[in-house]
């Protein structure tokens, strides 16, 4: 595999390629005069890396479930980096901010603030078990990074296990215990003690196997355990979000066991799909298993301000005299304001229930499509977290989904292409069941097309 070969395969692991010819062939249908302009300027002066730079196209505004460009096109954003749970501009969480900066709009460290104190309260009333200790961060990254040093002052011990092809984030600290090689290949040395394992990986005997195939993969965590001895955490995705693969309850349910039999802390990276993703709050309640440690990001903040937190275990409080996360913008009164007013749209909108309701939908759906359509090798969802698994002649139908991606963008549907050949659909959640049915058509539509055009 030659040097573009291989930095085309490692970037499609997380998202869709950012320089591939159908990208161009669309630009070039699809872009004005102005758009390329400002899609040049933006090239001169932002430093280029893969997903990103040089971007697709220029925004101009965004509501509800839609983003529109400078050509006043609306585009449902089936994607929205998984910050748009309550929906783009959503205008509870914008009056919350403007009010909130008309008061106290920064909290210097050594103060707190009211907000600030609602938002602990409130993430300590909503997250499971014995989860009652928060630090708030601007960002999943930096919380994660939170996590790992509470791990080492908690237990003593440096070394961690996480899962191969699994994202915490992209600072250094962060893509060592991540597993893709996006964002590790060539960045070495990185944080010494970290172990990584296969991630559960699906039923591999196709039949019922009463958990044992989940277990097969719960034992790789369990002899890393054992033959190190002193890992201080284990640290994952409760489902791995990008390609919608979620492990049964026995999976999770062998892993904690493993980690109280070894004194390992169990660390759930919930970023990308907490806060009703999943249909519940938080994901990790699907597993009936509570994590030591729970990071969340994201959609935290409303799609309005970068917002994170780390809910520990009360027994974890165990830095007083030390520094694990003194972060300028800590204590955000500004961000506080938009999370709590995201969490009271999740909750006084029912959007659980709503979630609920449509993920079930879209499953049947899916499923419909997947016999009418020959690329369709697959279907799996959680709540309003979906993928769809394209495959030709059994193998992945890289160029098929790049094609079913950009004519859906032509069509006003965003999404995202995790693997190379997953589509990865994540609407926000307070779509309505007509919008969703519209985007859902709109991808049949185009793979029917897809497959007609196929020799």
């Not at 449509?358 to 090798?377: F, P, V």
Request: aromatic share 6%; charged share 25%; with cysteine.
């Amino acid at each position: 595999m030659n040097s573009d070969n291989l930095k085309s395969a490692l970037g499609r692991i997380e998202g869709d390629v950012n320089l591939s010819p159908h990208r161009s062939q669309w630009q070039e249908r699809n872009l004005d005069e102005r758009t390329r302009r400002l899609l040049e300027d933006d090239a001169r002066y932002f430093l280029h890396q893969s997903l990103s730079t040089p971007c697709l196209n220029v925004l101009s505004d965004c509501d509800g479930i839609n983003i529109v460009d400078t050509q006043g096109r609306r585009i449902m954003d089936f994607h929205g980096n998984s910050v748009h749970q309550v929906g783009f501009s959503n205008q509870r969480v914008i009056e919350a901010v403007k009010k909130q900066l008309d008061k106290l709009s920064f909290c210097p460290r050594r103060y707190t603030n009211e907000p600030a104190i609602n938002l602990a309260k409130k993430l300590v009333e909503l997250a499971p078990g014995q989860l009652n200790k928060v630090l708030f961060a601007p960002g999943g990254t930096i919380a994660i990074g939170i996590a790992l040093k509470l791990v080492r002052y908690a237990t003593g011990r440096f070394k961690t296990v996480s899962m191969w092809g699994s994202f915490h984030g992209a600072s250094l600290d962060a893509i060592s215990i991540g597993g893709e090689s996006l964002f590790r290949r060539d960045l070495g040395p990185l944080l010494p003690g970290v172990e990584h394992v296969l991630p559960y990986g699906g039923c591999d005997c196709k039949g019922d196997c009463q958990g044992e195939c989940s277990l097969k993969y719960a034992q790789y965590v369990d002899d890393v355990l054992e033959s190190e001895g002193d890992v201080g955490a284990v640290i994952a995705e409760p489902m791995r979000c990008t390609t919608v693969v979620a492990p049964p309850r026995e999976y999770w349910a062998a892993i904690r066991q493993s980690c109280d039999r070894h004194g390992t802390l169990l660390v759930f990276d919930e970023i990308p799909v907490a806060l009703g993703r999943t249909g519940r709050m938080f994901c990790c309640e699907h597993f009936d298993v509570e994590p030591d440690i729970l990071v969340i990001g994201k959609g935290l903040g409303g799609g309005v301000f970068p917002m994170a937190a780390v809910i520990a275990r009360a027994d974890l409080h165990v830095a007083k005299d030390k520094a694990i996360g003194h972060y300028t913008h800590e204590k955000s009164p500004v961000g506080a304001a938009a999370a709590l007013a995201t969490i009271e749209c999740i909750e006084e909108d029912g959007l659980l229930q709503h979630v609920q309701r449509l993920g079930e939908h879209a499953l049947i759906r899916l499923q419909e499509m997947q016999e009418r359509h020959y690329l369709i090798n697959e279907v799996r969802g959680v709540g309003l977290l979906l993928g769809v698994t394209l495959m030709r002649n059994g193998q992945k139908a890289l160029d098929e989904a790049e094609r079913v991606m950009y004519s859906c963008l032509e069509k006003g549907l965003s999404f995202k292409v995790s693997d190379g050949n997953v589509l990865t659909l994540g609407p926000p959640l307070m779509i309505t069941k007509e919008q969703l049915d519209t985007a859902l058509d709109i991808v049949s539509e185009v793979i029917a097309e897809v497959e007609q055009s196929d020799p």
